[in-house]
């Protein structure tokens, strides 16, 4: 962490800014004030990763560029803290601190009212913890992280800016029943289920609010109260986009996992665009991602045996897979190879078919009802209007 300190108003005045322009409208006054009391350069290592604008990161040092180092801490910028070493020995992001407006966003999903007993999973930086202590008190906020050096960074953090919220180290997919009944449970991370735990964690009434994820899209935010029968029920938000909670990940790959000699798949023709359902629509893909569920999409655009382009289908279990082939002359009808107990385009027409008959529905048009146990029954409009996968 730089040992250097911005003024904090100075900061706080860039990044409201920075914001506002952003989203087209000021800060709501009580987050303004946290943000001004939550000086954001404390809670970022030295080393900081940025968007290089090509799809990969580019490396900021503090101690090599100061002033760069400064503009990326008070712009309304996700910044990742942190890499890991994939199982192909590819780097990927493992931590970020999100943009200010998407954690304010989130925070106002929770309806925070001072005093309220918030458990948070998901420390990460502290930033977030820090914003939640000045809005709640510290002592109403509990927040978990399953990384040990993240969580005694992050409980340094908030020391250094004045807070003393209760951080544990812990995997969050079980919460933490030491502190429950909480008020409010707030993930800075996705969720593609809701662990059970939290549920029976938060009293009746209270609030879950949590970013969304599926194997096919990483959109939204779902936002659900508890009842007094155990379940709960909430609307999802159109907004958020969060590293998967890392006890939900799953390693499996097409070619190392999936595909195997030997293997004869079912033939036939589309005239689906494979392009129509991947990468063209995020109200689409998130659809998809509830009504074909564990399904995943990737792209093959080196040609080979007379197709130029393929969509690759499979699913998070490694049992079923589906291409889509484009021959690089005509889109009426593509080349369609199904295999495994799950015919994985058939179920993608059928969902596509489905969002167009239901006027190609948004986001916030669908909804969720958790029961105990964590078994969820997603729905478009009416809880009548289930979503079968």
């Known amino acids: 962490m730089a040992t250097n300190r911005a003024p904090a108003e100075a900061g706080a005045d860039q990044l409201l800014s920075s914001i506002a322009t952003r989203r087209g409208h000021s800060v ?3 987050f303004a ?9 404390l809670f970022l290592p ?11 990161h580019q490396l900021c040092d503090h101690a090599l560029d100061p002033e760069r180092w400064w503009e990326a801490a008070y712009s309304d910028a996700s910044l990742v803290t ?25 925070l106002q999903d929770a309806q925070l009212t001072y005093g309220q007993r918030t458990l948070e999973i998901g420390t990460g930086t502290g930033f977030n913890t820090a914003l939640l202590s000045a809005l709640l008190g510290s002592a109403a906020v509990t927040s978990i992280e399953v990384d040990p050096q993240l969580a005694a960074q992050a409980r340094e953090n908030l020391q250094a800016a004045s807070f003393e919220p209760t951080v544990v180290c812990a995997d969050g997919t079980d919460g933490w029943a030491p502190g429950a009944p909480y008020d409010r449970i707030l993930a800075t991370c996705s969720v593609r289920t809701v662990p059970p735990a939290w549920l029976a964690q938060t009293r009746p009434g209270g609030l879950i609010v949590t970013p969304w994820d599926s194997a096919w899209s990483c959109y939204g935010t779902l936002i659900l109260t508890k009842h007094a029968d155990g379940q709960a029920t909430g609307r999802f938000a159109a907004h958020g986009s969060y590293m998967l909670i890392s006890s939900q990940r799953t390693d499996v790959e097409l070619f190392r996992d999936i595909l195997r000699a030997g293997q004869e798949p079912e033939r036939r023709t589309t005239t689906l665009s494979p392009w129509a359902v991947a990468g063209k629509s995020l109200d689409l893909e998130f659809h998809l991602g509830l009504t074909v569920p564990g399904a995943w999409y990737s792209w093959d655009t080196e040609p080979k045996d007379g197709v130029r382009t393929k969509l690759w289908l499979a699913d998070d279990k490694a ?16 080349q369609v190879a199904q295999y495994g107990p799950r015919r994985l385009w058939d179920e993608t027409e059928t969902a596509h ?17 958790i029961a105990p146990d964590g078994r969820a029954t997603p729905w478009l409009d009416t809880p009548r209007a289930p979503l079968h996968g």
């Open 353 to 369: 078919h489905l969002w167009l008959s239901a006027g190609k529905p948004t986001v916030d048009r669908y909804s969720m009802t």
């Open 28 to 30: 709501p006054e009580e």
């Open 46 to 56: 030295d080393q900081l990763w940025l968007r290089d604008g090509n799809g990969g």
């Open 82 to 106: 942190r890499f890991a070493t994939a199982s192909d020995g590819t780097r990927e992001p493992s931590s970020s601190a999100s943009a200010p407006s998407t954690v304010i966003r989130l």
């Open 319 to 334: 049992t079923s897979w589906a291409s889509v082939g484009y021959d690089g002359q005509q889109t009426a009808t593509f």
């Open 33 to 41: 004030q946290a943000l001004a009391t939550v000086p954001r350069h």
